[in-house]
């Protein structure tokens, strides 16, 4: 079993810059890709960024240019850092962990923190 503690939300004025935190208890962190998704009220969860266990990195149109998501295996941590955030930046940001083996796929999800961007 895997958890998530997602950090580093609140509110920011557009313009803004978070970075949120993710630390995983997991043995052979290294082994997890690890994403980001996040939920606004009212509408689906939708995903952000992905980090793969060998650094690979890939973004959502809206996170590109603007989000950067990292990794320390040494913290078991994942991050996103966000830049020149706006308001329909705001949602409930969600990491998750997937694992993934020749015989199944498994997804662990943290709790989710909030992200406001308003004046």
């Known amino acids: 079993q895997v958890q998530l503690v997602e950090s580093g939300g609140g509110l920011v004025q557009p313009g803004g810059s978070l970075r949120l935190s993710c630390a995983a208890s997991?043995?052979?962190?290294?082994?997890?890709?690890m994403r980001w998704f996040r939920q606004a009220p009212g509408k689906q969860r939708e995903w952000v960024a992905t980090i793969t266990n060998s650094g690979i990195t890939n973004y959502a149109d809206s996170a590109k240019g603007r989000f950067t998501i990292s990794r320390d295996n040494a913290k078991n941590t994942v991050y996103l850092q966000m830049n020149s955030l706006n308001p329909e930046d705001t949602a409930v940001y969600y990491c998750n962990a997937r694992l993934v083996t020749v015989a199944t796929t498994r997804d662990y999800w943290g709790q989710g923190t909030q992200v406001t961007v308003s004046s």
């Open positions: 997991a043995s052979a962190f290294s082994s997890y890709g």
